[in-house]
């Protein structure tokens, strides 16, 4: 079993920058793609963006749902387990629930079949 530990929620005014960040634990030695969803009240969960491990290679690929791309950067500090998000420029529409997801495919990150998530940690963005 996989524990996600979510962080970083919080209120803050239009424009401002929020980070979440995502701790993993436990049984941690499969861990690939990890990735963040959000659900706005009445709305469907969403993906907001993923990021690869992508073991052997240099670096990590990094995706983005339209939405965010330009305001809101993935990362992923590997020797931590743990995957963060930094949202800027925020919007009124960026007011979510923020959810963390990890999987033990990089595939989750193109065909999203997550086995763990967390909690799930408020962002409220006021006008």
């Known amino acids: 079993q996989v524990q996600l530990m979510e962080s970083g929620g919080g209120l803050v005014q239009i424009g401002g920058s929020l980070r979440l960040s995502c701790t993993a634990s436990?049984?941690?030695?499969?861990?690939?793609?990890m990735g963040w969803y959000r659900q706005a009240p009445g709305q469907e969960r969403e993906g907001v963006s993923c990021?690869?491990?992508?073991?052997?290679?240099?670096?990590?690929?990094?995706y983005y749902a339209d939405s965010v791309k330009g305001r809101f950067a993935i990362s992923r500090d590997n020797a931590k387990n743990t995957v963060s998000l930094q949202m800027n420029s925020l919007k009124p529409e960026d007011t979510a629930v923020y959810y963390c997801?990890?999987?033990?495919?990089?595939?989750?990150?193109?065909?999203?079949?997550?086995?763990?998530w967390g909690q799930g940690t408020l962002v409220t963005v006021s006008e």
């Open positions: 997801a990890v999987g033990d495919s990089d595939d989750d990150c193109v065909d999203p079949q997550f086995e763990y």
């Open positions: 436990g049984d941690i030695s499969n861990l690939n793609a």
């Open positions: 990021i690869s491990h992508s073991v052997g290679t240099t670096q990590s690929t990094m």
